[in-house]
């Protein structure tokens, strides 16, 4: 009997010892099914998604109708250059054509952007709005190479006679439909470039005093839903700052041609003004392409962007307390303004695992924006 009760009082021991073990696994497993749901992922939190969503109703909104005004410029100014026999403004004409083109390449690229993830397309579809640049960029670079090379030989054989009124008052009619557009995108675009221009100009001793803000952010608050950074709460995407680029050109080539009508309407004799306007304005064209297609190709070669500093990421991630240090560490855009990260991390034998990934996540969050995280912990070995 005594042995019985002795066996029976080890099991109950033994079940009440189990117990503690399973309720803290059945723990474990609820923290990782609620933390792999977490809002920190970009490709299913759906606060970033509305926010995206609405970024990219907003740049729709403004393609539209930089199309419209586009199109109305262009079919003055190619009915307009004929009759006035000016390569000049039929150079402008081709522009606006380019942008029309780039416009709704960026149109279509903005669209498909909002398109779910897929299995085979696990990052989405943000790539084709570099990609539908791209191609602007090179239609501007096609025009450019023929308007040149026409300019080129009217100038060898000068056989071309341009009436400088009508150049002028065309030339005129594009310079206030682009002031007109300038302030259809300007106003976003001004917050874009200062808040870069805020980061890009930190020296080290701003370095310093950030490392003390990310230190407090990254380490004592809370996991929670985050409002977004001003940092970068005003980023637009890549086609809206071509956009907006293609109109300030547009701006200095109208008042361009507007000069070389005004001479050429005072000295019938001066054409070549007409076909030097026409070569520097398409060097110039192409010049302004370069920006972008420097862009593309960072995103493309998936160079750590330049909105990130990497050397202040990786020290706020070594002062978070229990981290050892940081390897292997990865940053690279999927589009403007989608950033990705992936690293090792080595924490202490004591540093819980749940807690570690929790607060590396929300200081790339918090500080830096970057919604997709991808780490893999190495537990420090003494």
């Not at 001479?263 to 054409?271: G, R």
């Not at 403007?336 to 004591?350: D, E, T």
Request: charged share 20%; proline share 2%; aromatic share 8%.
């Amino acid at each position: 009997m005594e042995q019985k009760e002795d066996s029976a009082s080890r099991e109950n021991e033994q079940l009440k010892a189990q117990m503690p073990q399973v309720s803290e696994e059945a723990s474990y497993n609820n923290n990782q099914l609620e933390f792999s749901c977490s809002h920190i992922c970009s490709f299913s939190n759906l606060e970033y998604s509305i926010s995206d969503s609405a970024e990219r109703s907003k740049s729709r909104v403004k393609l539209i109708g930089l199309i419209i005004f586009y199109s109305v410029v262009m079919v003055v100014e190619i009915v307009g250059g004929m009759k006035a026999n000016s390569l000049a403004v039929l150079t402008d004409a081709a522009h606006m054509l380019t942008d029309i083109a780039g416009s709704s390449i960026s149109l279509f690229a903005v669209w498909v952007a909002g398109w779910a993830s897929t299995p085979r397309q696990s990052f989405g579809f943000g790539r084709l709005e570099v990609m539908g640049v791209l191609l602007s960029v090179q239609l501007i670079w096609l025009i450019c190479g023929i308007l040149i090379y026409e300019a080129v030989d009217r100038i060898l054989h000068k056989n071309a006679k341009v009436n400088g009124k009508l150049m002028f008052l065309i030339a005129l009619f594009g310079f206030l439909v682009n002031l007109l557009m300038i302030f259809w995108l300007g106003h976003d675009h001004t917050h874009h470039s200062h808040s870069h221009e805020s980061h890009e100009t930190c020296n080290s001793g701003e370095h310093d005093h950030e490392m003390e803000e990310l230190d407090v952010m990254g380490v004592e608050d809370t996991i929670g839903l985050v409002s977004p950074s001003p940092l970068n709460v005003k980023i637009l995407n890549i086609n809206i700052q071509g956009a907006y680029l293609h109109v300030m050109t547009d701006i200095i080539q109208s008042v361009g041609v507007m000069i070389s009508g005004l001479i050429v309407w005072v000295k019938p004799e001066w054409l070549v003004v007409d076909l030097l306007c026409t070569l520097v304005f398409s060097i110039a064209a192409l010049a302004t392409t370069l920006p972008m297609l420097k862009k593309v190709f960072c995103i493309l070669m998936e160079r750590a962007p330049d909105e990130i500093d990497i050397a202040l990421l990786e020290n706020g991630l070594k002062s978070i307390e229990g981290l050892h240090d940081v390897h292997d560490l990865h940053v690279w855009a999927i589009t403007s303004g989608k950033f990705v990260l992936a690293c090792h991390i080595v924490i202490g034998p004591g540093a819980s695992q749940n807690e570690m990934l929790s607060k590396v996540r929300d200081f790339c969050e918090r500080s830096f924006k970057i919604h997709h995280v991808t780490i893999q912990i190495d537990r420090q070995v003494h």
